[in-house]
């Protein structure tokens, strides 16, 4: 455990957090399979939503997960409900049930568990760890602290290194949050799986796809070096964590102006 | 090094930065560089960085954060170089 940081926040606090997360993973485990298939189902079957290679994805993923841990996955940002589609891209409903920790958390703004009942539900039952991005750096410190835990102990964290959904639709480097690099810095040896999603049909960002949408989908897995210290150390993670989505996403419309 | 000098290599710095263009070109000493200039904490580590770079000194984490205004910046850089 990294006891600077650690040092920033209380530690009690810390603890009763700790507590929450697990009775939450209990709890969330016991409703996963009938809630999983209902959103799947929507998913699939209401929306069309269709991932291309959908069985090589898994198949890799099942790889990373067994190689790889302590394992943060970062992932570009284009619609509301990118954190779904990553979920149904990754696993089925039943290698989830029995590989619950592969089932990654989130980490979505505050404003996601005060829209309403249905809401606050579903990300309870999803593995999310809220954050107001205007809150205090004392909780920011405490969601980096939390996310920290979980990794450590062989979950899976979903981070949006941009912070929000891309205004102009690619991935935007200027825009670098460095919570991610803050998150590396203080997990031994921690592994980052970049992921690369972008429906087909998707020019720019939006609430939610395209009825019907195709998803491509890419995977790398990259551990972030940094010879630096501090501040500088946390910038070089994070940074090499977005460079490595920009390239993805070159690879990507590479690969579509090749198809033309 | 003169206090005017370090307030304009730091509005200098904090400027790329600012999404609030206007309040950059309104500075003073009592401008709150997150509100004010509408810089994300993120890119007050930039800035923060780059404070180092140009005046050749280090700031602490614990510096950093109490670093709220322009006034603090100048103040913490003068002491320092």
């Given at each position: 455990?990294?006891?600077?940081?650690?040092?920033?926040?209380?530690?009690?606090?810390?603890?009763?957090?700790?507590?929450?997360?697990?009775?939450?993973?209990?709890?969330?485990h016991i409703i996963f399979y009938p809630l999983a298939h209902i959103v799947i189902f929507s998913l699939k079957f209401i929306f069309r939503y269709k991932i291309k290679n959908g069985k090589e994805i898994k198949e890799k993923y099942k790889k990373i997960v067994k190689e790889n841990s302590p394992l943060l996955l970062c992932s570009n940002h284009l619609t509301?409900?990118?954190?779904?589609?990553?979920?149904?891209?990754?696993?089925?409903?039943?290698?989830?049930?029995?590989?619950?920790?592969?089932?990654?958390?989130?980490?979505?703004?505050?404003?996601?568990?005060?829209?309403?009942?249905?809401?606050?539900?579903?990300?309870?039952?999803?593995?999310?760890?809220?954050?107001?991005?205007?809150?205090?750096?004392?909780?920011?410190?405490?969601?980096?602290?939390?996310?920290?835990?979980?990794?450590?102990?062989?979950?899976?964290?979903?981070?949006?290194?941009?912070?929000?959904?891309?205004?102009?639709?690619?991935?935007?480097?200027?825009?670098?949050?460095?919570?991610?690099?803050?998150?590396?810095?203080?997990?031994?040896?921690?592994?980052?799986?970049?992921l690369y999603l972008r429906g087909e049909s998707q020019n720019t960002y939006s609430d939610y796809p395209k009825w019907g949408e195709k998803f491509y989908l890419d995977l790398e897995v990259i551990n972030p070096e940094?010879?630096?210290?501090?501040?500088?150390?946390?910038?070089?993670?994070?940074?090499?964590?977005?460079?490595?989505?920009?390239?993805?996403?070159?690879?990507?419309?590479?690969?579509?102006?090749?198809?033309? | 090094?003169?206090?005017?000098?370090?307030?304009?290599?730091?509005?200098?710095?904090?400027?790329?930065?600012?999404?609030?263009?206007?309040?950059?070109?309104?500075?003073?000493?009592?401008?709150?560089?997150?509100?004010?200039?509408?810089?994300?904490?993120?890119?007050?580590?930039?800035?923060?960085?780059?404070?180092?770079?140009?005046?050749?000194?280090?700031?602490?984490?614990?510096?950093?954060?109490?670093?709220?205004?322009?006034?603090?910046?100048?103040?913490?850089?003068?002491?320092?170089?």
């Amino acid at each position: 455990m990294n006891d600077d940081f650690l040092s920033k926040v209380d530690k009690k606090k810390y603890q009763s957090e700790i507590k929450k997360i697990k009775r939450q993973k209990l709890y969330d485990h016991i409703i996963f399979y009938p809630l999983a298939h209902i959103v799947i189902f929507s998913l699939k079957f209401i929306f069309r939503y269709k991932i291309k290679n959908g069985k090589e994805i898994k198949e890799k993923y099942k790889k990373i997960v067994k190689e790889n841990s302590p394992l943060l996955l970062c992932s570009n940002h284009l619609t509301l409900i990118d954190s779904l589609i990553i979920h149904m891209a990754l696993g089925s409903v039943s290698w989830y049930l029995f590989n619950f920790k592969h089932f990654n958390w989130n980490v979505p703004a505050i404003e996601n568990f005060t829209a309403g009942w249905f809401w606050r539900f579903m990300s309870y039952a999803g593995k999310c760890i809220h954050i107001d991005r205007y809150g205090t750096t004392e909780h920011h410190d405490m969601v980096i602290e939390k996310i920290r835990y979980l990794l450590k102990d062989g979950e899976i964290c979903t981070i949006f290194p941009e912070g929000g959904r891309s205004r102009t639709s690619r991935v935007e480097i200027e825009n670098t949050t460095y919570g991610i690099g803050k998150i590396i810095q203080g997990v031994e040896d921690c592994k980052v799986l970049c992921l690369y999603l972008r429906g087909e049909s998707q020019n720019t960002y939006s609430d939610y796809p395209k009825w019907g949408e195709k998803f491509y989908l890419d995977l790398e897995v990259i551990n972030p070096e940094s010879k630096n210290k501090g501040m500088r150390q946390v910038r070089d993670y994070s940074m090499q964590v977005v460079t490595k989505l920009k390239e993805m996403e070159d690879k990507y419309f590479s690969l579509i102006n090749d198809k033309k | 090094m003169e206090d005017k000098e370090i307030f304009d290599k730091i509005v200098g710095i904090i400027g790329p930065f600012a999404k609030n263009k206007e309040n950059v070109a309104n500075v003073s000493d009592g401008s709150n560089i997150l509100k004010d200039f509408e810089v994300n904490s993120s890119r007050l580590v930039d800035i923060i960085l780059a404070l180092e770079d140009e005046f050749d000194i280090e700031i602490s984490d614990e510096e950093a954060e109490k670093i709220e205004t322009i006034g603090d910046a100048v103040n913490l850089i003068k002491e320092k170089v």
